[in-house]
């Protein structure tokens, strides 16, 4: 069913500030900077944001009842107000699945629900894998599982068959004799010494990201790719993660999949996703037999998607009212 004409403030919680904000230092070279919103006592949750390199925005808050949850936020490594900013040393998915554990510490939380989209819920399952322990559950968006056949689909060969306009920049901004990868040629740009060129590459890496996220082209949403901060470490943060094979075995998620089937799993994932397409969350559905599988029949990529959103809506409601009736 269509819903042109529902609005997403309509489907999501009323913005809200933070309650509590921090730095935590990581490393010696890192700070990450959290925030928790919402009910101080209410249940944990961990927002994943996606990229890597995305960072978290206050928009996500709104996908959780208030009052029903401490609901926890961080930008990863690099990104948001992490510092320092881009930085790409001793930045990797090992890094990150273990800052989640020290953050956890850090706010005395034994055991949240997570909850990510797209490299949110790459993130999220790896972290769920290595600390199955921490997990209540995991509410998932745009399965991406980072194989190869994913990333050749997004960045070389399969997306550009359904947005040959969107791609044509993407491609053009390099030279013939290096488009046979553009993920490494894009990687060569990006961590030039050259700040024109490291800013010239982001633009089309992520204006290429940002115009494929969502059935209908939102312009606004392209506009983010004309903010180079943003657009400097998402684009150099993915590029490195992606150039480095997120850091683990091909596979690597389904390969250990055994160790989370027993995590109650909501996938929710948009028919036309274009970044993600639906054959990663039917694999990941599959390798976890109890997981529930929603497919969204009028969207793509973006949580930002009025029937995505609704679908994330209901899965954490289905959450706040279980412990409610159990708890
Ligand atoms: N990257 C997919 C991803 O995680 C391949 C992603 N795409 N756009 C985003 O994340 C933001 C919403 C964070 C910009």
């Known amino acids: 069913m269509l819903n042109t004409s529902v609005k997403l403030s309509e489907v999501l919680y009323p913005p809200i500030e933070p309650f509590a904000k921090g730095m935590l230092e990581v490393s010696s070279l890192h700070t990450i900077a959290w925030e928790q919103s919402g009910n101080p006592e209410g249940i944990p949750v961990l927002v994943i944001h996606g990229g890597p390199g995305g960072g978290s925005q206050p928009s996500y808050r709104q996908y959780f ?65 290595n600390h199955p ?40 901004h390099i030279p013939m004799d290096e488009q046979d990868n553009l993920i490494e040629a894009y990687y060569r740009r990006l ?14 890496w992520t204006r290429w990201e940002m115009a494929t996220s969502r059935l209908f082209p939102d312009p606004e949403y392209l506009d983010k790719a004309e903010d180079l901060d943003f657009a400097v470490a998402f684009a150099r943060i993915e590029c490195h993660y992606f150039t480095n094979a997120i850091f683990v075995e091909e596979s690597y998620i389904l390969n250990h ?36 599988l929603v497919i969204v029949p009028d969207a793509g990529h973006s949580m930002g998607e009025v029937s995505i959103a609704r679908e994330l809506v209901i899965a954490t409601d289905s959450i706040a009212n279980d412990l409610t009736h159990h708890g």
């Open 191 to 204: 961590t030039s010494d050259d700040v024109e060129v490291r800013r010239g590459a982001a633009k089309e």
């Open 257 to 292: 999949i055994q160790k989370i089937q027993h995590i109650p799993t909501v996938i929710v994932q948009g028919r036309y996703d274009m970044v993600c397409p639906t054959r990663s969350a039917w694999e990941l559905h599959q390798a976890m037999p109890n997981s529930n």
């Open 133 to 172: 322990e921490s997990v209540l559950s995991l509410v998932l968006r745009g399965i991406f599982m980072c194989r190869k056949s994913e990333l050749y689909w997004f960045y070389q060969d399969g997306a550009s068959h359904v947005f040959p306009d969107a791609f044509e920049p993407y491609q053009q």
């Open 65 to 129: 009842n208030p009052e029903s949850f401490n609901i926890v936020q961080f930008d990863q490594r690099g990104c948001g107000d992490s510092v320092p900013y881009a930085e790409l040393e001793d930045n990797n998915t090992q890094a990150s699945v273990r800052d989640i554990e020290t953050l956890r510490t850090h706010l005395s939380i034994e055991k949240w629900h997570v909850f990510g989209g797209s490299w949110g819920s790459t993130l999220s399952l790896i972290y769920a894998q």
